[in-house]
Each structure stands twice: as C-alpha cells, then as structure tokens.
C-alpha cells in the first residue's frame, strides 16, 4: 500500500527557508511521480511542483520558479522541497501526492491517486 509522509513545515520569517520532505513507500516501481500542492485557508489547492521519479529535473509553478526546488534522495524513497526565500504568500498546508501515470495532469489535484496528511508553513512578513 502506497504511503506518503509530509515534514519539515514550519513557522518562517519572510526571506527565510525551510525544506520539506516527503517520505514514501509501497511503489513497486519508478514509474512514479510526486507533486507538491499548497492550500491557503480558503482556497483551492493549487500545484507547486512534480517530479517524475525516473526523471532528474522538475517542474514548476510561475509563483515558486527561481525560490523552490525540487529533488529526490538516492534510494528515490523521500522527495524533497527546497524552499528558499519565502514570502508570505507561500503560506498554506503543503500537501504531496503520489501519480502512477505520470502524464499532462500532474498540475492538477485529480492527477493523482495518492496523497499525504499536510503540513503548514507559515511565512510571516
């Protein structure tokens, strides 16, 4: 059974970084992607980043391009979210999702058939 764990979010001033990880296990292959998706109090959840784990660049939305990168551990088990020069705005739960068919709909939540509990950042001004 595929499992995903989110950590690492927290409480930042704007400027500041933090990274989040994304532990995971159950996938019997590489056939895989993660993403990552945040969710203001309010709002819809909106994609971030993905990455097809086969794959060694990711992908990214306009708002994080340049401040957030996204990567994977060697044994391609934990997915990680490095997030760097924060602004308030990037506040929400950061959830991440797990895709076995990795394709055109890994920018939107119906793209994904897994999906870990959340965490919050919080970016203070």
């Known amino acids: 059974q595929v499992q995903l764990v989110e950590s690492g979010g927290g409480l930042v001033q704007a400027g500041g970084s933090l990274r989040l990880s994304c532990a995971t296990s159950g996938f019997t292959s590489d056939d895989y992607a993660i993403g990552w998706f945040r969710q203001a109090p309010g709002k819809e959840r909106k994609w971030v980043s993905c990455l097809v784990i086969s794959d060694t660049s990711g992908s990214y939305a306009d708002s994080v391009k340049g401040r957030f990168t996204i990567s994977s551990n060697s044994a391609k088990n934990t997915v990680f979210l490095q997030m760097n020069n924060l602004k308030p705005e990037d506040t929400g739960v950061y959830y991440c999702?797990?895709?076995?068919?990795?394709?055109?709909?890994?920018?939107?939540?119906?793209?994904?058939?897994?999906w870990g509990q959340g965490t919050q950042v919080t970016v203070s001004a």
């Open positions: 999702a797990a895709s076995t068919t990795p394709g055109p709909f890994l920018v939107v939540p119906d793209g994904y058939d897994y």
